[in-house]
């Protein structure tokens, strides 16, 4: 077998490996539109397919169930748009400052994504296959929670109140109320849901 042949298979195999990996990648980005435009209730496979310009059954051997298929969307949806990161929360001492900057910056990535938010949520008790990203996503404001309450004074009851707080002040309709149905900027909410979160702790 001549060098010329093993190349040429060697090439197209590699070609071949990249057109997979491409349409995986049409496929994936089709439902994450679809999931931001009509949500994930109404995202058939077929309307997948449509959108990726592929057959019904690319589709499956690709993922051949819904819930791969989600997952996919969603790590490229959370590729696309990170949470923020708490690092730099957690090493602010003061926790007012520490507060109003994970609001802001979750705020932020509320009004960039909203119509997918709203969609996701909309839709996640009736669509097992979203099980698991909306899993993840209140893991993540737990984390963030977590990493706001950490070095406060307060114990028992009040440290209680404290966390119930900051969770319903991050929490995605939290904001959608305040700023879409209310008519107040980010800014405002912000200041509005740290005031309320520092009332918590003093009871």
Not at 35 to 55: F, M, N
Not at 79 to 105: C, F, G, I, K
Not at 110 to 120: L, S, W
Request: net charge positive.
């Amino acid at each position: 077998m001549s060098n010329e042949t093993n190349e040429t298979r060697k090439y197209t195999k590699r070609r071949r490996a990249e057109s997979e990996q491409e349409t995986r990648q049409r496929i994936t980005e089709a439902a994450m539109n679809l999931h931001g435009s009509i949500g994930p209730a109404k995202t058939t496979i077929s309307a997948v397919a449509d959108r990726a310009g592929v057959q019904r059954a690319t589709v499956y051997r690709h993922f051949p169930d819904e819930e791969s298929l989600f997952e996919a969307c969603s790590g490229h949806y959370v590729t696309m748009n990170p949470p923020p990161d708490p690092t730099p929360w957690s090493e602010e001492r003061e926790a007012s400052v520490r507060r109003r900057q994970a609001l802001t910056e979750v705020y932020a990535l509320y009004a960039r994504t909203e119509p997918r938010f709203e969609n996701v949520l909309r839709d996640a008790p009736v669509v097992p296959a979203m099980a698991k990203p909306v899993a993840r996503r209140r893991a993540y404001l737990a984390f963030v929670v977590d990493a706001l309450i950490a070095g406060r004074r307060e114990r028992g009851h009040a440290r209680r109140r404290v966390r119930a707080a900051l969770a319903h002040a991050l929490d995605f309709p939290t904001w959608q109320s305040l700023v879409r149905e209310n008519g107040l900027k980010d800014a405002e909410a912000v200041s509005l849901m740290a005031a309320m979160v520092e009332s918590a702790g003093r009871g």
